[in-house]
């Protein structure tokens, strides 16, 4: 079992946003929540329109990977 991880969502007025490359171009997507785990992994739960015809979904990732670029922060204490 061993530590929980840790959850933070972010008010819908305030998120930070990351960049997702998907089908060839930079989109857009405004993070839910951030995950941390006691073994130092980091995941971001994410609103993003995949292929640009907006159809939105919710998709996690793990932090840092190349295909992800921050785009900008928060006011909201993490």
Not at 7 to 20: A, I
Not at 26 to 45: I, K, L, N, S
Not at 60 to 75: F, K
């Amino acid at each position: 079992m061993g530590p929980r991880r840790r959850c933070g969502p972010w008010p819908p007025g305030d998120r930070s946003t990351l960049k997702v490359w998907s089908h060839g171009a930079w989109r857009y997507a405004p993070v839910r929540a951030r995950q941390d785990f006691p073994d130092g992994r980091v995941v971001y739960q994410v609103d993003i329109d995949l292929r640009g015809d907006t159809s939105v979904t919710t998709r996690s990732y793990a932090w840092p990977q190349p295909g992800l670029r921050r785009e900008h922060g928060t006011r909201t204490p993490g």
